[in-house]
């Protein structure tokens, strides 16, 4: 899609990829972005950068996406939606009935508005939680969905509802083009405590900070891939703009890093002497992670950018010129 003078909602824009994905949109020449989120993890401060920018707007009459006659007041005269809200793996590990209602049924409702408003493009975000634990590396899109939790149970369901209500529609006056991207482990500012891969960095960051040993959880060898928060707004003002529809894709770097070289790479930036402690893990989700960016760069032009080093000082940055915003999510994550 061409998105030179065309309105955009993003939904669940105030969160973490959601906020950094309405700056990327807002360097370009659309005409409208609306920002559809209520709130229960996004915030208005994560938009400080853009809140000015007149083109942005936010809905403000109750935004929820289990609500159908919101998201159709905001779809009207859109061209294109993206879609972040979600509750996270834990919470539906915790409550899988309301991760069922907010992840399953709400994004049937997102794809109800879109299909009776005329939406020309849905950019849906799912996850790399679809495939599990490898069973071969790197990870491809057509590698099997071998998932075996809630979070990713309804972010297959996400997929499927795409593709099964765009091939119903696809030859009529109905039809509407999608994209869904599995982000792999999503690093960067704004981001908090509640994400079971990525909060070990806060973790680490706050005990360098205290002066304590960082706690490294089994024998850190477990390993992921790293993909800075900006890189996937890219991704997603990518995977807008190309022709592409109908097609998952991976947005990752193919770079894999354990927990352990992390840890020692926040030693060495934040200039700490401390030890290393390494506690037996309580819980455990999948240990090993990479994926293959061939599929995103050939079909959309998508190439992560960001260094893992860089990334990280932009994290380290944004912590230091955001101490009370880190409080709120390290006290939110607690409570
Ligand atoms: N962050 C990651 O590492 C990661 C990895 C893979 C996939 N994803 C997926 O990417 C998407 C965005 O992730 P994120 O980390 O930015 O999440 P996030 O929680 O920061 O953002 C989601 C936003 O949706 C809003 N929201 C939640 N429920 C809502 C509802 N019922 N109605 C309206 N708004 C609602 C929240 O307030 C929040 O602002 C999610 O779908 C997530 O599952 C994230």
Redesign the pocket.
């Known amino acids: 899609m061409d998105i030179k003078g065309k309105k955009f909602t993003v939904?669940?824009g105030?969160?973490?990829?959601?906020s950094h994905t309405v700056e990327e949109l807002l360097k370009e020449d659309v005409a409208e972005v609306t920002v559809?989120?209520?709130?229960?993890?996004?915030s208005e401060e994560n938009l400080e950068n853009v809140i000015n920018d007149p083109r942005l707007k936010i809905y403000s009459l109750g935004?929820?996406?289990?609500h159908p006659d919101h998201l159709d007041a905001a779809f009207k005269g859109v061209d294109g939606v993206f879609h972040?809200?979600?509750?996270?793996l834990l919470q539906c590990y915790e409550f899988p009935r309301s991760a069922f209602d907010?992840n399953m049924a709400?994004t049937f409702n997102i794809l109800e508005a879109i299909i009776n408003n005329g939406v020309k493009k849905l950019v849906f975000?799912?996850?790399?939680?679809v495939y599990g634990d490898a069973i071969r590396e790197p990870m491809d899109e057509d590698h099997p969905y071998n998932n075996q939790n809630f979070y990713g149970a309804t972010?297959i369901a996400g997929e499927h509802m795409c593709r099964s209500l765009y091939k119903r529609h696809q030859n009529s006056e109905k039809h509407f083009d999608f994209v869904g991207l599995r982000?792999f482990?999503?690093y960067g500012p704004r981001q908090d405590y509640h994400?079971a891969y990525?909060a070990v960095i806060m973790k680490i960051l706050d005990q360098l900070e205290k002066g304590i040993s960082p706690t490294i959880y089994g024998d850190g060898s477990q390993a992921y891939d790293f993909i800075y928060v900006g890189d996937c707004a890219k991704a997603n003002i990518a995977a807008m703009k190309s022709e592409a529809t109908d097609e998952f894709f991976n947005v990752c770097t193919g770079q894999q890093t354990s927990i352990l070289e992390l840890a020692k790479k926040l030693l060495d930036m934040t200039g700490s002497d401390l030890e290393l402690s390494f506690q037996e893990a309580d819980q455990m989700f999948v240990k090993n992670r990479i994926g293959c960016p061939q599929k995103a760069k050939e079909m959309m032009s998508f190439e992560a950018s960001m260094k893992l080093d860089e990334g990280l000082k932009k994290l380290i940055e944004w912590r230091n010129s955001h101490k009370e915003a880190v409080d709120r999510r390290r006290n939110s994550a607690k409570g």
Request: no cysteine; proline share 0%; net charge positive.
């Open positions: 939904v669940g105030a969160g973490l990829i959601g559809f989120d209520n709130f229960t993890r996004g935004a929820n996406i289990m972040f809200a979600a509750l996270w907010v709400g975000s799912s996850s790399a939680s972010k982000y482990n999503v994400g990525i």
